[in-house]
Structures are given as structure tokens and as C-alpha cells.
């Protein structure tokens, strides 16, 4: 019983701060400016941070200009959009934060099994914001809309992910 208290605790925590609806909006509207760039977000992320790419078989000790044109590239990285367009699409309504922690949940087990760490996680957040942040209309509110998007969803993953 104490367990599934904490466990309460712990997701009450988590979603105790949901995205206002104008942050939301925020988030929403940047996203739509760049989420059909697929390739050129993962590939921004790679140049940024190769440790990231060595984390994937199919890419690991390959040329990023090459592999960035392949189909595997094309499918992985549309797979990463999708995932982060889902949630996204999801937010800025109480009504579906279980339906967010779900998601996130199976995201950090996920990335668990696969031996990647926090320090990767926050690696991907400063490339994506950085790719967003010259590729979208940006400024001081975007900003904070995203950085607290992604710190919910990097607390909810790091229940799973060891530091």
C-alpha cells in the first residue's frame, strides 16, 4: 500500500504542472513550423551530439551525411516526430495527462532497455531547442513554453532513467 501511495505521489507530482492552454498554443504553433523536417531535426541533433547517434546500430560510426539520406534515417526520425507530435497534440488539456504519462512512461522504459541515460535526454532537449529556436518564430514566451513542456515530460522519464 505505502508503494502505490508514493507511486501516486510521484505521478501527481509530475503532472501537478500541466501546460496552460496558452503554452500550448505556444508549443503547438512552433511545432507546426518545422515537425514535417523530420530529417533535418534528427540530423541536427547527430551533428550536435554524436554520443546520440552511436546510441542508434543502424547509424553508429557512419558518416551523418550519408545516413541522413537513407530510408532507415527517414523512418527513425519520422518515428521521433510522430512521437513528440502525439504528444504535443495531447497537451494543454487536463482531460489527457494520463493519456501523456502513459506515453512518456513507456518512452523512459523504453530508452532504459536501451542503455540511454539523462545526460543523452538533455543533450537531445538543447539540440532540439536550438533547431527550434532558429527554425521557428522564437522568443522569450516559446522559450518557456517549451522548456516547461519538456521538463514535465523529462520528469515523468527520469522516474524510469537512472541519473
Avoid at 126 to 133: K, Q
Amino acid at each position: 500500500m505505502k508503494f502505490f501511495a508514493v507511486l501516486a505521489l510521484c505521478i501527481v507530482g509530475a503532472i501537478a504542472h500541466p501546460l496552460t492552454a496558452d503554452e500550448a498554443s505556444l508549443v503547438k504553433s512552433s511545432w507546426d513550423q518545422v515537425k514535417h523536417n523530420e530529417v533535418d531535426i534528427l540530423a541536427a541533433v547527430f551533428k550536435a551530439y554524436p554520443d546520440i547517434q552511436a546510441k542508434f546500430p543502424q547509424f553508429a560510426g557512419k558518416d551523418l551525411d550519408s545516413v541522413k539520406e537513407t530510408a532507415a534515417f527517414a523512418t527513425h526520425a519520422t518515428r521521433i516526430v510522430s512521437f513528440l507530435s502525439e504528444l504535443i497534440a495531447l497537451s494543454g488539456n487536463e482531460g489527457n495527462l494520463s493519456a501523456v504519462y502513459g506515453l512518456v512512461r513507456k518512452l523512459g522504459a523504453d530508452h532504459k532497455a536501451r542503455g540511454i541515460t539523462q545526460g543523452q535526454f538533455n543533450e537531445f532537449k538543447t539540440a532540439l531547442i536550438s533547431y527550434l529556436s532558429t527554425h521557428v518564430s522564437w522568443g522569450a514566451n516559446v522559450a518557456a513554453a517549451w522548456d516547461h513542456a519538456l521538463e514535465n515530460t523529462y520528469t515523468v522519464a527520469f522516474e524510469i532513467i537512472p541519473a
